[in-house]
């Protein structure tokens, strides 16, 4: 895990200490304090689930412990091997987490979200409706604005990048959500990497992290990219 000094953009590296064998740390949320919240996928085909990890940054250490599962079968769907939980974000207590497996319904392709509410106990599961032919979900985050849930997530494959807003409904799960594109990416960067990480800040610009291995290789660093709000719908 890296922390990046916004001020010097110095970079601090804690190894992780306690991820389940053969799972891949796809998603992290800052909860509070040092905790965080971590989201999986393995190279298992056809799974029915994955684990959702607590994380603590613990003096030069970041342990991770199991907490739960996102089950899959909330909308009958197996996982391929190497997708699962691409986003989760944190707000008001509440996690949402979102998928790389795409359904396809009502003549549409659709992304499972999951929201989980710890005070209650509660899962609800979503449908977000995709906005190209090719792309997935590949991060997420969110914020409470007058008492919704709002999330900014990457949609992308190859050639789309595309980053989209939508609200979480209150109330019973099943809603069938349709975003809005608030910035092409791929008009905005050239060449189009492959971006896997995204914070949402406080004045509604977005700070992008791209994912430099394909395949197993290596072949640049890692960058971080600013969007700002004004170039977002």
């Given at each position: 895990?890296?922390?990046?000094?916004?001020?010097?953009?110095?970079?601090?590296?804690?190894?992780?200490?306690?991820?389940?064998?053969?799972?891949?740390?796809?998603?992290?949320?800052?909860v509070e304090g040092v905790r965080f919240v971590v989201g999986t996928e393995t190279q298992d085909e056809g799974r029915t689930r994955d684990v959702i990890l607590d994380g603590r940054l613990d003096r030069e250490e970041f342990r991770v412990t199991p907490i739960g599962h996102l089950e899959y079968s909330r909308w009958q769907l197996t996982?391929?091997?190497?997708?699962?939980?691409?986003?989760?974000?944190?707000?008001?207590?509440?996690?949402?987490?979102?998928?790389?497996?795409?359904?396809?319904?009502?003549?549409?392709?659709?992304?499972?979200?999951?929201?989980?509410?710890?005070?209650?106990?509660?899962?609800?599961?979503?449908?977000?409706?995709?906005?190209?032919?090719?792309?997935?979900?590949?991060?997420?985050?969110?914020?409470?604005?007058?008492?919704?849930?709002?999330?900014?997530?990457?949609?992308?494959?190859?050639?789309?990048?595309?980053?989209?807003?939508?609200?979480?409904?209150?109330?019973?799960?099943?809603?069938?959500?349709?975003?809005?594109?608030?910035?092409?990416?791929?008009?905005?960067?050239?060449?189009?990497?492959?971006?896997?990480?995204?914070?949402?800040?406080?004045?509604?610009?977005?700070?992008?992290?791209?994912?430099?291995?394909?395949?197993?290789?290596?072949?640049?660093?890692?960058?971080?990219?600013?969007?700002?709000?004004?170039?977002?719908?």
């Open positions: 895990v890296l922390r990046i000094d916004p001020e010097t953009f110095g970079v601090t590296r804690y190894p992780v200490v306690g991820a389940p064998r053969g799972a891949d740390l796809e998603a992290i949320a800052w996982a391929r091997d190497n997708h699962g939980i691409e986003g989760i974000c944190h707000v008001d207590g509440v996690l949402v987490l979102g998928t790389e497996l795409v359904e396809e319904k009502r003549d549409r392709r659709w992304a499972p979200v999951g929201m989980f509410d710890p005070k209650i106990q509660t899962w609800t599961a979503h449908r977000v409706a995709l906005s190209s032919e090719t792309g997935k979900l590949a991060a997420l985050d969110c914020r409470l604005r007058r008492g919704v849930i709002e999330v900014l997530a990457v949609e992308r494959h190859y050639e789309v990048s595309r980053l989209i807003r939508f609200s979480v409904p209150q109330g019973p799960e099943g809603q069938w959500i349709e975003p809005t594109v608030v910035a092409d990416l791929a008009e905005l960067v050239d060449p189009v990497p492959n971006f896997e990480g995204l914070a949402w800040l406080e004045d509604g610009s977005a700070v992008l992290l791209t994912d430099n291995q394909y395949r197993g290789r290596v072949s640049e660093p890692s960058r971080l990219y600013f969007i700002p709000a004004s170039a977002m719908q």
